[in-house]
Structures are given as C-alpha cells and as structure tokens.
C-alpha cells in the first residue's frame, strides 16, 4: 500500500539558519503530494501541496519539489524563523486503487527553531 | 467562512466505557474523514463519508467503533467499548469532492485519554 516516510526527528535549529526535511514516498499512480503543519495548540492546516510531477508548492517561504525520479517531496525554507516552530507532516493522497482520496501522512518532524 | 468544528476538545473516560465525538465540516462540503492520531504518529484514516454514504472504513475497527453522517453533513464517532489503546486525537476534515488534489480542511481534533 501507500506509504510516506520523513526524516527522524526533532530538529532544532537557530533563527536564519537553513531548513530541510526529508520525505519520501511509496505509491502507485500519481499522487499528489502535501505538507501539513500543527502549531502548537492549533490544527493541521495545509503548508503546501504539488499535484504531478515537477511541481514545486510554497507558501511563506516554504517550498517542496515533487520529485518522482526520487520519489520524493522534501521541505525547505532559507531562513527559519521562531514562529515556524511546530510539526510537519508530510502527506500523500492517491485516487488509484483502493485510495479514494484519502490522506497517508509520515509520522511527523518536530522542528524547534531558537532566536 | 467557518471551520471544521468538533466537540468536546477533551475526554477523559475509563476503559469499557464509552464514548462520541461530533464534527460539523465547512458548510457544502461533501466528503468527511475521520483520523485517529496516536502520540508520535502520524494521523491515519478511519473513515471516510462521501455525502451521507461510507466510502472507506478499511481501517476502522468495527467491533467497537462505529460512525454516521445523518443527511450528509454532520458526523459522529462513537467509541464502544473503549480499550486503553484508543487514546489518542480523533481528528475530523472535510473536502469539497474528496478529490486526490484537494486540500482537506482539519478541525482542532478531541483528545481521547482512556483510563
């Protein structure tokens, strides 16, 4: 079946510094491919998404580039600020199969960001 | 435009006993999903309504839960009986079609402590 896999975590990093977190996927077909995001105290709402190949999504500075020769979909930011400390998700959805839009997500990337 | 909205936000009950959760999606959205969350993990589906019918309940454990979605647009969770193993964030989202590509929309989620 479908599956995601994000890098271990947490990560903790300075104010400015770079972000990466890895995710991979496992699926049939042509997924779309999502980063959630949890505040602390607040719901999963949606970062970013791309929907087929070469696609990049970003929002607030976030980016991710569906790579489906690597079959991947990592998360970047140039300068990570404390705001962005939260957990991030890395989904896939699949209509193919027995997939009927339904979310797979990773198990999750704390990131603590320190001024 | 309001939110998924779900209630309560936290339950405290002892094993055997049991339990509902109750979501109300964003107005004229037609597909509803339920997602268990357990500490650490990532969420992971247990149903999913299109309108008032099941469209996937592969992965919800029918002996003791169960769920509806009376005339299409709110939805109850109901847990009975509860095992420790079921503490865990029930999370509710909505999507417009339930499309593969479509963002899906999280309410702040019931946390469930089993005793």
């Known amino acids: 079946g479908d599956s995601v896999t994000q890098m271990e975590g947490p990560v903790t990093l300075s104010e400015e510094a770079f972000l990466t977190i890895n995710c991979t996927y496992t699926a049939t077909g042509y997924p779309s491919l999502f980063w959630y995001v949890q505040y602390p105290g607040e719901g999963l709402q949606l970062l970013l998404k791309?929907?087929?190949?070469?696609d990049k999504g970003s929002n607030k500075g976030f980016e991710a580039t569906y790579r489906k020769e690597t079959t991947s979909f990592h998360l970047e930011k140039g300068s990570v600020q404390v705001s962005d400390s939260a957990v991030y998700f890395c989904?896939?959805?699949?209509?193919?199969?027995?997939?009927?839009?339904?979310?797979?997500f990773g198990q999750g990337t704390i990131l603590t960001v320190h001024p | 435009e309001a939110g998924v909205a779900q209630s309560p936000r936290y339950k405290i009950i002892e094993k055997r006993q049991s339990v509902a959760f109750w979501c109300n999606p964003i107005?004229?959205?037609?597909?509803l999903y339920w997602y268990q969350q357990i500490l650490g993990q990532g969420p992971k589906l247990l149903i999913q309504f299109q309108n008032n019918g099941v469209v996937d309940d592969s992965q919800l454990p029918k002996d003791r839960f169960s769920a509806e979605r009376l005339k299409g647009v709110d939805s109850t969770l109901k847990i009975q009986p509860a095992k420790l193993e079921d503490s865990a964030v029930y999370l509710c989202?909505?999507?417009?079609?339930?499309?593969?590509?479509?963002?899906?929309?999280f309410g702040p989620g019931t946390r469930l402590l089993v005793l």
């Open positions: 107005s004229g959205h037609a597909t």
């Open positions: 989904a896939l959805s699949n209509a193919g199969g027995t997939s009927y839009g339904k979310l797979t």
């Open positions: 989202a909505s999507s417009q079609q339930g499309g593969a590509q479509e963002t899906q929309y």
């Open positions: 791309a929907t087929k190949a070469d």
